[in-house]
């Protein structure tokens, strides 16, 4: 290993309650809310079919016509209860919220920027609002933070003379004053997740990143930070020189998740992936026929996914710029909430299994429960399990207590079978297994 002195300052997961709890949650949602909200994709008549939050990129608007936006919000059917409500109806424990994209504008009413809520005809604290709001239903806060500041003149791309890097400095105490802001202002804020810090400008001030998890975790004790906030001595990002994890969780898994067989060395750390429902559009877009949408099953699979494989997802909402939800997101979330009123004790405080991945789904695990989520049931009508050895299944019942008959088909192989009644749709059978059961059976392996 290299000596390091911006790598990571911890080996292994984090097992503190703060951290415990972040990982218990499992299920969250993203609320990415801005300016981009207003034109929804479209500028001077053209639609372009890029991320809604990047058409100032898109359509090439210069910061200061493109702040002009300000102007126009107004969201007058913003209602942060409701949308607390519809998370709670959800089922996500936590909600992590845009307070200032790459565009620079603050949903809070920053005092280093003039570029904040307070400067709007809304002028009212929308981010403490939903604060609030998401706090009193017993949900998580979780503050998405970027660094890119597309509005602030000091901010450089990359760092190749003298003035880039002073500049950059005065940019760096004024995203440190900003966070200071934040913390000091919303103290009950769970975990920071920092966005636009591929640049080089940040990658060569590796320091800095060091700094502000520090920072933040000395003025918040328990706060979490994602892993991509972070670059080492050497600009490496998320994994330090020696490899190893730099913050609290990895969050690179952004609109994909790791292979449930090639990638499981995710396991060995706390992680978190972030998914659109659409194929690509985080902030509001008027027109969602461009690309391909996930239909609430097929966000459901994903959140299985992650926690199958131990860890969190985050479904993305992009509210519309009057702060109500477009229909689509309102239906996702009933369909989900529904799912996890019946199910979520095979999501909730549960983590990977360690066994081997069947084509009928995925298995999750809490303490000695196993439980199968099955999305493919088989013609065969038997759902095979392969246990490890010495495991044995004791029994399998529906989560109503309705046993399923489990059947010994070969040496930790066996049949489980489908309930008589047809679900519907995914549902789990809850296993009681018998761990480290010794003993001789009756089985031979074949001589080959
Ligand atoms: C290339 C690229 C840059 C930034 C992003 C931002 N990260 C997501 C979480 C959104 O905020 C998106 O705007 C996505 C892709």
């Known amino acids: 290993e290299i000596s390091l002195k911006y790598g990571a300052d911890r080996l292994g997961k984090r097992t503190d309650d703060a951290m415990r709890k972040f990982r218990d949650n499992r299920l969250g949602a993203f609320i990415h809310w801005g300016l981009y909200a207003i034109p929804g994709g479209e500028w001077n008549g053209k639609v372009y079919n890029g991320a809604a939050e990047w058409l100032k990129s898109w359509a090439k608007v210069p910061a200061d016509e493109w702040l002009k936006l300000m102007d126009q919000w107004n969201p007058e059917k913003f209602n942060a209860k409701a949308w607390a409500k519809m998370a709670k109806k959800m089922g996500v424990k936590y909600v992590k919220i845009t307070t200032k994209h790459h565009e620079g504008f603050c ?94 400008s940040i990658k060569k001030n590796g320091w800095w990143t060091a700094h502000v998890e520090q920072m933040l975790k000395d003025m918040l004790p328990g706060v979490t930070i994602n892993s991509r906030l972070r670059a080492d001595d050497y600009g490496k990002r998320h994994f330090d020189s020696n490899g190893h994890l730099m913050g609290d969780y990895e969050s690179g898994y952004e609109r994909r998740l790791p292979d449930p067989v090639k990638d499981l060395k995710v396991t060995r750390w706390d992680w978190e992936a972030c998914m659109t429902v659409p194929e690509n559009q985080w902030g509001y877009h008027k027109d969602w026929s461009l690309s391909y949408v996930k239909t609430p099953l097929e966000v459901l699979e994903r959140i299985v996914h992650a926690v199958a494989m131990g860890g969190n997802m985050v479904v ?122 010794g003993g001789a059976d009756k089985y031979r392996d074949a001589l080959t």
């Open 107 to 200: 949903l809070w009413p920053s005092k280093y920027s003039k570029y904040t809520v307070a400067q709007t005809p809304y002028k009212k604290d929308i981010l403490g609002e939903l604060v609030k709001a998401y706090n009193d239903e017993g949900i998580d806060v979780h503050f998405y933070f970027s660094v890119m500041d597309w509005s602030h003149p000091d901010y450089r791309y990359d760092i190749k003379s003298e003035e880039d890097a002073v500049a950059f400095n005065r940019f760096l105490e004024f995203t440190d004053n900003q966070l200071k802001e934040l913390a000091t202002r919303y103290p009950t804020v769970k975990d920071f997740w920092f966005d636009g810090t591929w640049d080089a």
């Open 316 to 437: 993305n909402f992009g509210p519309q710029a009057d702060g109500d939800f477009r229909p689509e997101e309102k239906e996702l979330a009933d369909a989900i909430g529904k799912w996890m009123q019946k199910y979520g004790e095979c999501i909730y405080g549960c983590d990977y299994a360690g066994w081997d991945k069947q084509s009928w789904g995925y298995y999750t695990r809490k303490g000695k429960d196993v439980y199968m989520v099955v999305f493919n049931p088989p013609y065969s009508k038997h759902l095979v399990i392969k246990t490890p050895k010495g495991t044995k299944v004791v029994k399998a019942a529906l989560l109503d207590g309705k046993e399923v008959a489990v059947k010994e088909t070969a040496r930790n192989e066996y049949n489980v079978d489908m309930p008589a009644k047809d679900p519907e749709g995914p549902f789990v059978i809850k296993l009681q297994i018998e761990e480290n059961a």
